[in-house]
């Protein structure tokens, strides 16, 4: 099939990649410079083995990016993949997605052929891709030739490539049984065959299950962190332990139940505090949700607090930050609890220095605060430190372990904001705390 994607970002170029194994794909991105990257075959997203995939699509030309609409013809399916960020006030900024439906109804007679589906794949609001889509194509009494689809993303950062082939399920929402099938052909080829169902539901309830999605997975993280505050007031009491006693329930799962920094990235903040204002502005109130949010903007501050109980006073401090990603393999600073852990820091007057795996990727795209340095080079960056904080679980640091990440340093002080280190590995030489349990020395 011939299928056009708008927006060359995380969802769009590795949908596009995977896509192309065995469809036609253009990809119509707005900038120029990302085009140009990826028709280079240099993916402008971090993400594993997606550069190796995007040459050999390049070379077999089944792929490319486009940054106008000149060479676009008549198309199979078209996705919207653009960005849907935070207002700062929580509400969704959809100023793209009305871009890319305005693009597609102005340009129908092009890219109408026979039949040609056009796939919301951005996460919006329920109501969206029928105000943008459905109702136009019905005021232009379409809807025999032009179908409209939501079919959400559940993509992680970092493991994309594998999630787009293996996902649990595939949510299509949709009026007709002719959109779900033409949306499942384009899939079957792509998906592996153990891979979770198909599932045919209506347009709205496939916008919310993804915002409901979203917010679950980031309410059993706020859950776990919730536990962790109780459980390091009890001696003896582990978080870990804790959880995964719960997640042995079969109703329950053990996923997720990660306690520490608190969750970040491009989505679980985003769709959460979304979900919020789509039921503020229908006047419902969403306790849960804001208390997930409370629970989670705490984090930063509990870490930095555990710190000050390590080192007293922190004011002219040297202190490393380990771990600037919101997360393990990705350079995606996106609502990044390091961010947050670096500016309390450097409000209590706090040197900072910061470690990442990718600071040379990052530090291109992210204004670092003033005085703040970030290097790829581990000892440098722990070099005469007072303190480390760690906050995003790159495997290098338990590599290094808890005496390798130490003996660069001033004073071995280290708070673990991940909980990368059991109690049994920490020497009694390293001053050692994390969330979820007491200090060894309080037990
Ligand atoms: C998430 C969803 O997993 C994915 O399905 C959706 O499509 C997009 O949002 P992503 O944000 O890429 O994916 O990363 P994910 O691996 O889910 O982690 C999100 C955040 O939660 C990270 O900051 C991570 O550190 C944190 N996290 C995750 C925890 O704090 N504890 C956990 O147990 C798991």
Known sequence: MKILIIGAGYVGLSTGVVLSESHEVRL??????????????????????????????????????????????????????????????????????????????????????????????????????????????????????????????????????????????????????????VVRSIYEPIIDKDSGPYLHTNIESAELCKYASNSFLATKISFSNEIANIAEQIPGADIGEVMKCVGLDSRISPRFFGSGAGYGGSCFPKDTLGLMRVAEDLGISTPILSAVDTVNKQRPLRLVNMLESLLGNLSMQRVTVLGLAFKPNTDDTRYSPALRVIELLQNRGSIVRVHDPLAPRIVQKLELPNGVEATNDLEESLTDADAAVLVTDWPVYKETGLSGLTRFMKSAVLVDGRRVFSEEEVPSSIQYITVGRTKKSET
Request: proline share 5%; net charge negative.
């Open 28 to 181: 119509l991105e707005i900038d120029r410079a990302r085009v140009e990257a990826i028709n280079r075959g240099e993916s402008p997203i971090y993400e594993r083995g997606l550069d190796t995939l995007l040459k050999e699509r390049l070379a077999e030309g089944k792929l490319r990016a486009l940054h106008t609409s000149d060479e676009i013809g008549p198309m199979d399916a078209v996705f919207i993949c653009v960005g849907t960020p935070s207002g700062s006030d929580g509400s969704v900024d959809l100023s793209q997605v009305e871009s890319a439906a305005d693009f597609i109804m102005n340009h129908l007679d092009e890219l109408l052929k026979d039949y040609l589906v056009i796939i919301m794949k951005s996460t919006v609001p329920p109501g969206t891709t029928r105000r943008y889509l459905v109702d136009r194509i019905e005021d232009q009494h379409l809807l025999d030739r032009a179908g409209v689809v939501f079919n959400p993303e559940f993509l992680r950062e970092g493991t994309a490539l594998d999630d787009s082939k293996n996902p649990d399920r595939t949510v299509i929402g949709c009026t007709t049984s002719k959109e779900f099938e």
